[in-house]
C-alpha cells in the first residue's frame, strides 16, 4: 500500500512541476525567470497546412557504392514550371543543390544502406518555408534472413553465418521522382 501511495505522490508531484516550467523558464546565468508570452515566440504562423509540390530529379545518379560524403552538395532540377498566385517560383529545368546530410552503409544481417538528402537551396525560398528531407534506401534483406537464422541455430554455430548477408546498396537515379514541399504561408 506504501508503494502505490508513494508511487502517487512522486506523479502528483513531477505534474506539479511540469506545470509550473510551463509557465516560466530560468535561463542560465540569469537572476529574473522570463516568462513566455505572444512576443517572445516564434513568428512563424502554421496553422496554414496550404503546400506546393516542387518534384525533382537528380543530375547524376548517387550511391551507396561509391558515396558521396557527408556535407557534399549535389544538384538537381525541376521538372516542371512552378506557379504560386500566377508568379513563377520554380522554372523547369532550374539547377536546385541540396547538402548530403547522411550516408548509412549496408549492415550485418541484411539492414539495408541509406542516403538522406536536405538543406535544398531554392533562390527566393526561405529555408523554413520548406519541408526537403528525402532519404532513399536498399533492399531491405532482414525479412528472410531473420527466419533462416532461427531456423539455422538447431545446427550449432550454423545460424551464426547469416551475420554475414549485408543488406542492399541505396541508390537515386536520374529517373526517381523526388518532391519536396513549399509552404508559402509559414
Known amino acids: 500500500m506504501n508503494k502505490i501511495f508513494g508511487t502517487i505522490l512522486i506523479f502528483c508531484f513531477t505534474v506539479l ?3 509550473a516550467a510551463q509557465e516560466t523558464i530560468m535561463l542560465p546565468n540569469s537572476e529574473k525567470p522570463v516568462e513566455i508570452t505572444e512576443q517572445n515566440t516564434l513568428p512563424y504562423d502554421f496553422s496554414s497546412t496550404k503546400k506546393i509540390p516542387i518534384e ?3 543530375i547524376e545518379e548517387i550511391t551507396t557504392k561509391n558515396p558521396p560524403n557527408e556535407g557534399d552538395i549535389i544538384n538537381f532540377k525541376a521538372t516542371k514550371n512552378i506557379f504560386y498566385n500566377r508568379k513563377l517560383i520554380v522554372r523547369s529545368g532550374q539547377i536546385i543543390p541540396a547538402r548530403v546530410e547522411n550516408i548509412i552503409t549496408s549492415g ?3 539492414f539495408p544502406a541509406e ?3 536536405n538543406n535544398f537551396q531554392i533562390e527566393g525560398i526561405s529555408q ?3 519541408i526537403s528531407e528525402y532519404s532513399k534506401k536498399g533492399q531491405n534483406r532482414c525479412y528472410w534472413v531473420y527466419p533462416l537464422k532461427w531456423s539455422l541455430t538447431l545446427i550449432p554455430f550454423v545460424g551464426s553465418l547469416t551475420n554475414f548477408i549485408m543488406g542492399g546498396h541505396a541508390k537515386i ?3 526517381d521522382k523526388i518532391t519536396i514541399y513549399y509552404y508559402p504561408q509559414w
Open 128 to 130: 523554413s518555408q520548406l
Open 56 to 58: 525533382l530529379s537528380i
Open 108 to 110: 550485418m544481417n541484411g
Open 115 to 117: 542516403i538522406v538528402v
Open 173 to 175: 537515379k536520374t529517373t
Open 17 to 19: 512541476s511540469c506545470n
